[in-house]
């Protein structure tokens, strides 16, 4: 399964280190094959610089990745994104022909932006849900989940949760042995 970080300046680092971190492990602990590529992709695939001025070297651009089953959309100073047409255009492109389509933290509001996001329920950073709720007032955004589910769709709470959702779609692609083994694996607490 190729799944896609999208990444952008001003990304939130965990949000796309911690769930790059779940399915690479995974894939390379699990018996009988890698179940998962992951990958990193940016508007042109050029370096991009996330919170605090992390450099970070995308994979691919919008127009020289792989097929993406699993689109994922991370959060971090995502207003200049909303302005972005091409950018839009892509998520929604990517997200029609994708299996499943997520996002952590404050990656909901570009998923919103793309129109994504319609009217389901829907979570993400607790200091953001005032703001996704008036920018977004059709949707049902909720408080008290580290992550929802609505369909193919799946939004996660702040930073960390989006490691809780990414063991929780590899338990849900792959196995809960798999993901219970790449919580282990990483040392990490997990909240399902």
């Given at each position: 399964m190729n799944i896609?970080?999208?990444?952008?300046?001003?990304?939130e680092i965990l949000d796309f280190s911690g769930p790059f971190e779940v399915f690479s492990t995974a894939s390379r602990i699990c018996e009988g094959g890698a179940p998962f590529n992951v990958f990193?992709?940016?508007?042109?695939?050029?370096t991009v610089s996330a919170r605090a001025g992390f450099s970070v070297n995308p994979d691919y651009g919008f127009y020289n990745h792989p097929p993406i089953d699993l689109l994922m959309v991370v959060g971090g100073v995502h207003h200049a994104e909303l302005k972005k047409p091409q950018m839009l255009?892509?998520?929604?492109?990517?997200?029609?022909?994708?299996?499943?389509?997520?996002?952590v933290c404050t990656g909901a509001f570009i998923l919103a932006a793309a129109g994504i996001l319609t009217d389901q329920k829907v979570t993400t950073h607790?200091?953001?849900?005032?703001?996704?709720?008036?920018?977004?007032?059709?949707?049902?955004?909720?408080?008290?989940?580290?992550?929802?589910?609505?369909?193919?769709?799946?939004?996660?709470?702040?930073?960390?949760?989006?490691?809780?959702?990414?063991?929780?779609?590899?338990?849900?692609?792959?196995s809960q042995a798999l993901a219970e083994k790449t919580a282990r694996q990483m040392d990490f607490v997990w909240n399902p």
């Open positions: 896609a970080i999208y990444l952008y300046d001003n990304a990193l992709v940016g508007e042109t695939g050029e255009e892509w998520i929604r492109t990517s997200s029609a022909s994708a299996k499943m389509t997520v996002s607790w200091e953001d849900i005032p703001e996704l709720k008036q920018q977004f007032p059709e949707l049902n955004v909720v408080s008290d989940q580290r992550w929802v589910q609505e369909g193919s769709v799946v939004t996660s709470a702040g930073i960390t949760a989006g490691i809780d959702m990414s063991l929780s779609l590899v338990s849900l692609l792959h």
